[in-house]
């Protein structure tokens, strides 16, 4: 949801951190590699090792990067092919090196219950699946916009799980989980009812 209605409102922040990366002779390339990096880095480093707000704040901070090289390529007069393959690959990455760090503190460092294990599994596999229906989707020409969970909210709802975390608030991790899980389920639900949807409004016309 927030991919469709929060852009306009972060632009006014992110659209001139974009235009002064390009003065001092960054590529949206080079940005998108590099805020895939680091915060590969701040998850699998950070969160194992207990260090929850400064993941939690850090991860958030570098996940603006994913919208500064869309608007460098913007201002630039568009995207390309390479770059457009490349996020959307860094983004898969980054959100399972996130989720695999959440379930591997959750097993090693505090032996959290079976439960909120299942939780972060199924995030973790149920967000690329969200992701590859809409793929496959737009690859076979249908119109795949919109869904409960999708990468913003997925990246504010664990991040905020993981801050509170932090902070001691009994549970906040678990519970922030259990609504990925839920919600992400949905999301994929949704997404295969608009290409169904689509495909049969196709086959009438």
Known sequence: MLSVHGRKPAAVVVEPVAKAALKVGLTPNAVTAVGAIVTIAISVLLIPSGLLVWAAVLSGLFAAFDMIDGTMARIRGGGTPFGATLDASCDRVTDGALFAAI?????????????????????????????????????????????LIERPERLIIGLVGVGLEGFGVPNALAISLWILAIGSIFTIYQRLIMAMKQDKVADQT
Do not use: C, F, N
């Open 103 to 147: 379930i591997w503190y959750l097993v090693y460092t505090v032996d959290a219950h079976p439960s909120t294990v299942a939780a972060g599994l199924i995030v973790l596999v149920s967000s690329q699946v969200i992701s590859y229906v809409k793929a496959r989707g737009e690859a076979s020409g249908l119109r795949m916009v919109g869904g």
